[in-house]
């Protein structure tokens, strides 16, 4: 079946623009999560969701990130007045059930952002 | 910042040889996940491993858990080119509403 999907594949933004990445997870998976990995990092959490809701977004490292997930599949992540340090790949990954985590997160291809 | 150190960062082996990779944590899990990462491209899952198992299998690959010393490790049985990789561990913390924490990785390069 098909799996997570990512787009756009690759972003790049000039210094103070704004720019939207979309995830559209598995079909009926539950969570979605948003990680960013920096380059020859692990990824890091950005932020949760259990359907529609917002449960953890605690890894957003300023307000200038904002994410939205409205009827509880596509998910769309936003940064606002991008900066070179936002320079990453961006990684959607969902999975089955929400709750404490004994399901497998299945990861997207990711967006690869370049902020210049 | 992360909660997971590999261990080693880099490992250069020859096709057929075994490869380990160590990971560490600190915090009570629910599971540890392994990943692989392709140069470039996504995450792909390998294999899940609870905090109530100590070994589990899947192909050529074999995963510990030792919760007493917060540690894991990857082993990989008779290596291919195409094992070449980036691969992560990853926790699932107690109470922490199933967001993973990932380690750093070890890149792993398997040569013909």
């Known amino acids: 079946g098909a799996g997570v999907s990512q787009s756009p594949r690759y972003k790049v933004a000039k210094r103070g623009q704004d720019v939207a990445l979309r995830c559209d997870p598995i079909?009926?998976?539950?969570?979605l999560f948003w990680y960013q990995q920096a380059l020859g990092q692990g990824p890091e959490f950005l932020t949760y969701?259990?359907?529609?809701?917002?449960?953890?977004k605690s890894g957003l490292p300023s307000d200038r990130f904002f994410a939205e997930r409205p009827e509880g599949s596509v998910s769309t992540l936003k940064i606002q007045r991008t900066q070179q340090e936002d320079s990453a790949v961006y990684l959607c990954?969902?999975?089955?059930?929400?709750?404490?985590?004994?399901?497998?997160?299945?990861f997207g291809p990711g967006t690869r952002l370049l902020v210049l | 910042s992360q909660q997971g150190e590999e261990d080693p960062q880099a490992l250069s082996i020859q096709e057929g040889e075994n490869a380990t990779m160590n990971c560490s944590y600190k915090?009570?899990?629910?599971?540890l996940q392994w990943y692989r990462q392709n140069s470039g491209r996504g995450l792909v899952h390998l294999i899940l491993?609870?905090?109530?198992?100590r070994e589990k299998h899947s192909g050529r690959l074999r995963v510990t858990l030792d919760t007493s010393k917060k540690s894991s490790s990857l082993l990989i049985t008779a290596s291919r080119a195409a094992d070449t990789a980036s691969y992560f561990c990853a926790t699932d913390a107690r109470n922490q509403g199933g967001k993973l924490i990932f380690g750093q990785g070890t890149e792993l390069s398997v040569k013909p």
């Open positions: 491993i609870r905090s109530n198992e």
């Open positions: 990954a969902s999975s089955q059930t929400g709750g404490a985590g004994r399901e497998t997160q299945y």
């Open positions: 969701f259990q359907n529609e809701a917002q449960l953890d």
């Open positions: 915090t009570s899990i629910n599971n």
């Open positions: 079909s009926g998976h539950v969570s």
